[in-house]
């Protein structure tokens, strides 16, 4: 199976803009997680999405949103940017069942200028 | 809220020695517990998961244990090799169907020729 997908893998934006970011997680796997990495704060969790609903949110504000649609892959949206959003931005998908893996994409990498 | 700590933060062995890391956690309600390895720049790869029930969890030269009532685990690497060297991550997970995973900070391995 393909792995866990994420495009574009580099982003240069400048502050106020918006971007979005998308992931295709591995082809049967409904449940897809957004984190944050940063050297300061480490990996910080954004939000997960199944079926298309948003299942669980982390301590991100509203700048911050996702979706999923239906054939799993989902997109995760910053508005108005900020130089601290400078990041590696990682998607996650999981399978349901007894052992819930977690595998990551290669992430994409966001630099705010 | 769940906190996870990871000792040390770096660690330079010279190639041939077993590593030892370790992961503490203060909420001992977990559902299962992850081992991650990342490389520079790159996504997360999953090596081991411990589900709360088990004790430890084996894959080739890498052994994960987990001590739950004292929120403990430690991830053992045999006969180190330069190939090795990365950040190995530690994560938490909280609930069946609940994929918000908790951090550490990670300790960065350096395996010396």
């Known amino acids: 199976k393909a792995g866990v997908t994420q495009t574009p893998r580099y982003l240069i934006k400048t502050r106020g803009q918006q971007v979005t970011l998308s992931c295709s997680p591995i082809s049967g796997h409904r449940s897809v997680s957004w984190y944050q990495q940063t050297p300061g704060q480490g990996l910080q969790f954004l939000f997960e999405?199944?079926?298309?609903?948003?299942?669980n949110k982390g301590n991100f504000p509203g700048r911050f949103s996702g979706r999923q649609f239906s054939n799993s892959r989902s997109e995760m949206n910053v508005s108005t940017l900020e130089l601290g959003d400078s990041a590696l931005y990682l998607c996650a998908s999981t399978p349901q069942g007894e052992v819930e893996t977690q595998y990551f994409g290669p992430g994409t990498r966001l630099l705010v200028l | 809220k769940q906190e996870v700590t990871q000792i040390p933060a770096a660690l330079s062995v010279p190639e041939g020695e077993n590593l030892v890391l370790n992961c503490s956690f203060t909420?001992?309600?977990?559902?299962?517990l992850q081992w991650f390895r990342q490389d520079p720049g790159k996504g997360l790869t999953s090596l081991l998961l411990i589900q709360s029930s088990q004790r430890e969890q084996t894959s080739g030269r890498l052994n994960a244990s987990l001590d739950k009532s004292s929120g403990r685990s430690t991830l053992y690497i045999a006969a180190s090799q330069p190939g090795d060297s990365a950040t190995y991550l530690c994560a938490v997970g909280r609930g069946r169907n609940d994929y918000k995973l908790s951090f550490g900070a990670g300790t960065t391995v350096t395996v010396r020729a």
């Open positions: 999405y199944f079926s298309e609903t948003q299942r």
């Open positions: 909420d001992s309600a977990i559902y299962n």
